[in-house]
């Protein structure tokens, strides 16, 4: 009787120990399950591409704002990115930019159906913005615990970036 | 959640025959369908989760797959319990109480895990305390506050069925106490696909979630419900005498309408409510005492608890709701001509009926406290007369008359028990002690049919 209980509850924690062992345990490689529509080329890596600050001329996104210098320095303005659907809610967020560097970003929408997707808004998006202004791109890695807002948050802004530098 | 109290009232059954085929599913397949479903549920996970970060990480993500266990537990011990035929006769009620109970255990830890995992993880993400997490989570997560009587219900009794505090209860109170469970069951249900990772945007999942606890509700209610009720209504039955065998010990019939139709076989039971004052609401399984016949059902009952106390009194006349015939102790399990049946006190009854109808070259030994304790002793000695069987008789007091369960004192009185199979019915000590005695003897287990007496 208390034998069988033993083996069944470390049979148990030993099962399930394994089956999260097994899994990724860095977040930066999971895909949010949401369609990554924003993201270029490489879905599967939360890493992007940096921005070539390069084009000066071509067309902007239809939400672009303010001025965009030509030359070599880069564009400059406002750049609304695309609407990422995460699992739990979508991410959107607009980037400032000056001479191709990145010199803000806003959020404009986060998950909030709850209080939970709320609080994890509020904890992950001040670390994804102070990674993207310090790196000045989307290169940047997830915030544990708030992976799928964390993977919106870069797939947005790397649609914002393309826009800029398009 | 069946049956009777230790050591009392009588047993329940299973069955025997020589035929070449069992009727019921073998326990073997329906672990196995029940494994493969809990395989199934972690696959759910599986599929569903793309990683495991932190330790906020490890631990939402243990949580998630302690509850969604705990949930397919749910729906499998509902299902062990919904009094299905092809399980009851294949796997024993015994058997599947037993697994219930453990089932039942490991479940509410399933539960207890589930709910520290989850506030602890989701704590560490929120980055707050414990506390107000907990708050956080029962009054602002959709479904909550449900799940969280549902659990509380679930716990209260959780603790109640353990086996100490359930001595200190009457069987009655504990049992009704016990179908509180089907309400914890509905209540936690919402909060699982509210909320649960696995189930969020994922309609097929969903759907499998929907199937099997829809479908576990649909069976529970047709066996338990719908066809007793429709049986009751059909078959009427009434009790038409109360007779003393013995101090202690009395024997109900029971007739009704095309009784006949029912098929009950000796050595299975029914579980009886008697429509009388104090009695009503409760369900106990007795075993028939003698094969069903001329419309007329037997069940021969010792006084123990409140229950079957209560039969003592029962008037002539009084309204009877049965649920049977179940069991798989039966004709079904013999598989050679030779056939001892070893009956331990009021473990009798059955193998009262089996010892009438059994074929072959049937012995029954019958072991009681004192002489007067031997029920049912003298319709014994008139079958045995009459079909040419031997009946013997042993009693601890006085100990002259004894039989020590030993491997060699059985085959002093039995000289080819191990060319027998062996019926055996009677209380927990004493069937340990036979079980123990017969492989002394020389009998495979597989030919030692056992019913456990007590639930």
Not at chain 1, 126 to 131: C, D, G, V
Not at chain 2, 221 to 230: E, I, K, L, M, Q
């Amino acid at each position: 009787m208390m034998r069988r209980a033993v083996l069944a509850t470390s049979a148990t924690v030993a099962g399930i120990s394994l089956l999260l062992a097994l899994k990724p345990h860095n977040g930066g490689l999971a895909v949010a399950s949401g369609s990554p529509a924003g993201r270029s080329g490489d879905a599967g890596s939360a890493t992007v591409t940096p921005p070539e600050a390069s084009g000066p001329s071509g067309s902007v996104g239809p939400s672009k704002k303010g001025t965009k210098s030509g030359g070599k320095s880069g564009a400059s303005g406002t750049y609304t990115g695309n609407t990422i659907d995460t699992r739990y809610g979508p991410v959107q967020v607009q980037v400032t930019v000056a001479q191709g560097k990145l010199t803000g970003v806003k959020v404009l929408q986060t998950p909030s159906e709850n209080g939970r997707d709320r609080r994890l808004a509020a904890m992950s998006v001040p670390r994804l913005t102070q990674e993207a202004l310090a790196a000045g791109n989307a290169r940047i890695d997830t915030v544990s615990g708030a992976t799928y807002t964390s993977e919106g948050y870069i797939g947005s802004l790397q649609s914002a970036l393309d826009k800029a530098h398009a | 959640m069946t049956a009777v109290r230790s050591g009392h009232t009588v047993p329940n059954t299973r069955r025997t025959h020589a035929g070449p085929h069992r009727r019921g599913l073998r326990p073997g397949w329906v672990l196995g369908v029940i494994y493969a479903g809990a395989l199934a549920v972690l696959a759910l996970w599986w599929q569903n989760t793309d990683s495991v970060v932190g330790a906020a990480g490890w631990l939402t993500d243990g949580a998630r797959i302690t509850g969604l266990l705990a949930g397919y537990g749910c729906a499998v011990l509902l299902a062990l319990m919904a009094r299905v035929p092809a399980m009851e006769n294949g796997v024993g009620a015994d058997r599947l109480a037993r697994w219930h109970a453990a089932g039942g255990r490991y479940t509410v830890c399933l539960v207890a895990a589930h709910v520290l995992l989850i506030i602890w993880g989701y704590a560490l993400t929120d980055r707050k305390n414990v506390i107000g997490e907990t708050g956080d989570l029962v009054f602002h997560y959709p479904e909550m506050l449900k799940a969280t009587l549902g659990t509380l219900l679930m716990f209260a009794v959780g603790i109640t069925s353990a086996r100490l505090a359930r001595r200190r209860l009457r069987y009655e109170v504990w049992h009704l106490l016990h179908l509180g469970t089907y309400l914890s069951i509905f209540l936690v249900f919402f909060h699982q696909l509210a909320n649960g990772a696995q189930f969020v945007d994922r309609p097929l999942a969903k759907y499998f979630w929907y199937t099997l606890f829809i479908g576990v509700s649909l069976v529970l209610a047709w066996y338990r419900f719908v066809v007793p009720v429709a049986r009751n209504l059909r078959h009427r039955m009434r009790v038409s005498e109360v007779r003393f065998e013995s101090p202690g010990v009395v024997s109900v019939y029971v007739t009704g309408h095309r009784l006949d139709d029912l098929a009950a076989r000796p050595g299975q039971f029914f579980r009886w409510r008697f429509l009388a004052p104090g009695m009503w609401w409760a369900a106990n399984p007795y075993s028939l005492s003698a094969p069903a016949r001329d419309g007329l059902l037997r069940i021969t009952v010792k006084a123990a608890g409140d229950h079957s106390r209560g039969l003592v009194r029962l008037r002539p006349g009084t309204r009877v709701w049965a649920e049977g015939p179940y069991g798989a102790f039966t004709e079904a399990k013999q598989t050679r001509r030779r056939v001892l049946l070893l009956a331990g006190g009021v473990g009798i009854t059955p193998l009262r009926a089996l010892f009438e109808t059994l074929r072959g070259d049937v012995t029954l030994i019958y072991l009681a406290r004192r002489p007067e304790d031997l029920a049912l002793r003298d319709e014994l000695e008139a079958i045995a007369a009459r079909r040419d069987r031997r009946v013997l008789c042993f009693v601890d007091d006085p100990a002259e008359y004894s039989l020590s369960l030993t491997g060699d004192s059985l085959q002093a009185v039995v000289p080819d028990v191990d060319e027998r199979d062996v019926y055996l019915c009677g209380p927990p000590g004493m069937t340990r002690a036979a079980h123990r005695a017969l492989r002394e003897a020389g009998v495979p287990a597989r030919h030692v049919h056992h019913e456990s007496f007590e639930f």
